[in-house]
């Protein structure tokens, strides 16, 4: 392996889930520290983080076609790091295959990236998989981003082992960051410009923690401290395991004004037969009963969920029950799947592995029902007078775009900056946004 001079400026490329995107902003804030700039859009890097998700097919290809264009019109190549779930999970081979990284790091790892990095200027290729039990996080800076919004890793891994998930092979078991520790960060990226925080976790609503009298709390008792942070005006967080929505979380809904009226719970199927073979340990009916308390907490939550089409064995009639599950919530935004096997997981070696053009006609039908019900939320909105969160200018002059409290996007033209919280209402509704009238600008 060649020597080559330090580098300069970096690139972290982030695939897939929003604890990527943290985990990315948290590699590029290691790297600011010991000096490097990022590489402005569209011009060369001297390193280049692949910062990699192995959620669904093709991960790993993809990783392999992201190196060869890499590589530049002399021949050489940028230093290589590739971090993230693929990382994990094919360490080894990548090592094997593509001479061109020279690091290779797993996500409970990346705070030893900068180690690595020298090393790789002196020509050593380096694998770190390591699942320290110590959290990566106490090693890592403070935060340096700014902007209205921000995520927050509360909680990573996860204990659930649904049989079709890498997940917890490839982020480790369940780990829960201290209040204390989380306070603080919060307080950093307020004062940075943050007026919005997604709390984030793999599993988030299964964080615990002790509050400043070493009491035992959970994510609503969180919620609650942070909304004290005077300046944080939202709060948000996701993805929840609708087993770990205990009566304290449901009730902060209707509690605390700054916790936003969504919730994204993860169904999967509406099928108990397949629910149980994926090991899901909910049922249709306890998840419906389950949303009816939340919506008794806040009747104007806009709910949405992940669905899996394509499950090993799931029939026509299964896949029926899960079109009526989505007919009877009526979903404000929703993501869905075909079944991908995930190599290492119980799933992957089940019998009755469905065609990919039953998933294909499944997926079909099952996001038009998804899309229709996105279309009707966004008209029911139609009216509306909310408070709109300025996050970036629009495509045209003199026009915003922010977020509605329902995680709508909103688009408005008028008087207002990058951070405002504005008074706007809804006027019309497409599938994937709705403009507005600014009505009156209120500063956060
Ligand atoms: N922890 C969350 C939960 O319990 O639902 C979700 C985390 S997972 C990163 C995000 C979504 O990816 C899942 O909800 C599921 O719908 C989808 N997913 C996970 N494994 C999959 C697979 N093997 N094939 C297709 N979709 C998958
Ligand atoms: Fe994966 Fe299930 Fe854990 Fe969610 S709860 S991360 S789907 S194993």
Request: glycine share 8%.
């Amino acid at each position: 392996m060649r020597q080559s001079p330090p580098p300069r400026t970096y690139r972290v490329k982030s695939f897939g889930c929003q604890m990527n995107v943290y985990d990315g902003e948290r590699m590029a804030e290691l790297l600011a520290e010991r000096g490097l700039s990022a590489a402005p859009e569209g011009e060369d890097a001297d390193l280049v983080v692949l910062n990699t998700c192995h959620i669904r097919e093709k991960a790993a290809e993809k990783v392999y076609s992201d190196i060869g264009r890499l590589r530049r019109e002399d021949g050489s190549s940028p230093l290589i790091a590739v971090a993230g779930c693929v990382a994990q999970a094919e360490g080894d081979e990548i090592m094997s295959r593509a001479p061109a990284v020279s690091m290779v790091v797993g996500p409970q790892a990346y705070h030893r990236l900068p180690g690595m990095l020298e090393k790789a200027t002196k020509g050593e290729r380096a694998t770190d998989t390591d699942m320290p039990a110590d959290a990566k996080f106490s090693a890592l800076p403070a935060r340096r981003k700014a902007g209205p919004t921000a995520f927050l890793t509360v909680q990573e891994g996860c204990d659930k082992f649904c049989t079709y998930c890498v997940v917890p092979y490839t982020r480790g078991a369940e780990i829960s960051r201290p209040c204390s520790d989380l306070v603080t960060e919060a307080q950093r990226l307020v004062e940075a410009g943050a007026r919005e925080i997604t709390l984030l976790g793999q599993n988030v609503n299964a964080w615990t923690g002790d509050d400043d009298k070493g009491r035992a709390i959970g994510l609503d008792g969180l919620i609650k401290k942070l909304a004290k942070l005077p300046d944080l005006q939202r709060i948000r967080y996701t993805t929840s395991h609708p087993n770990d929505m205990t009566d304290g979380l449901i009730a902060a809904h209707g509690e605390v004004d700054k916790l936003m009226p969504y919730l994204h719970l993860p169904v999967q199927s509406g099928s108990d037969r397949v629910l149980k073979a994926m090991n899901r340990s909910h049922t249709a009916d306890s998840y419906l009963r389950l949303l009816e308390r939340v919506r008794a907490a806040r009747p104007d939550i806009a709910l949405s969920g992940d669905f899996i089409v394509g499950f090993p064995g799931e029939t026509d009639a299964e896949f029926e029950e899960t079109l009526s599950l989505v007919d009877a919530v009526g979903y404000a935004a929703a993501f869905s799947f075909k079944y991908s096997p995930r190599p290492g997981t119980p799933a992957a070696t089940m019998d009755d592995q469905i065609a990919l053009a039953v998933m294909d006609e499944r997926l079909q039908r099952l996001q038009a029902a998804l899309n229709r019900d996105q279309l009707a939320f966004n008209k029911a909105s139609v009216g509306k007078v909310c408070k709109v969160l300025v996050e970036r200018r629009g495509k045209y002059p003199g026009q915003w775009l922010g977020k509605s409290p329902w995680l709508q996007s909103v688009h408005f033209e008028g008087e207002a900056a990058i951070g405002d919280i504005v008074t706007v209402e809804l006027a019309e509704a497409g599938p994937n946004s709705l403009s507005g009238r600014l009505l009156a600008p209120t500063i956060a």
